[in-house]
């Protein structure tokens, strides 16, 4: 089985920053790809960033230039440095870990973005 907690969500103000990680446990054996999603109310949950194993990032158009995705793989641990947020980035903010043929999801971290 393998766990996955989020923290470092909050509320920040626009052209703020925050830092989001993301610690994986338990079988972290063999974690791929990991990466961010996020689901605004009454939208649909959208990919913001993925990162390979190997470090390889991928980023959604509308987050480039914005947000950083990096991961320690010794720490099983993958990050989301958000800066210049917009209030249209308000969100829950999910990670996910792939191992083998699953994808594994954290509990979700609220940020909200508003002065």
């Known amino acids: 089985q393998v766990q996955l907690v989020e923290s470092g969500g909050g509320l920040v103000q626009p052209g703020g920053s925050l830092r989001l990680s993301c610690a994986v446990s338990?079988?972290?054996?063999?974690?791929?790809?990991m990466g961010w999603f996020r689901q605004a109310p009454g939208k649909q949950r959208e990919l913001v960033a993925v990162?390979?194993?190997?470090?390889?990032?991928s980023y959604a158009d509308f987050v480039k230039g914005r947000f950083t995705i990096s991961r320690d793989n010794a720490e099983n641990t993958v990050y989301l440095q958000m800066n210049s947020l917009k209030p249209e980035d308000t969100a829950v903010y999910y990670c996910?870990?792939?191992?083998?043929?699953?994808?594994?999801w954290g509990q979700g971290t609220q940020v909200t973005v508003s002065s």
């Open positions: 996910y870990a792939e191992r083998y043929d699953s994808r594994y």
């Open positions: 338990g079988s972290t054996f063999r974690i791929n790809a």
């Open positions: 990162i390979t194993r190997a470090g390889s990032p």
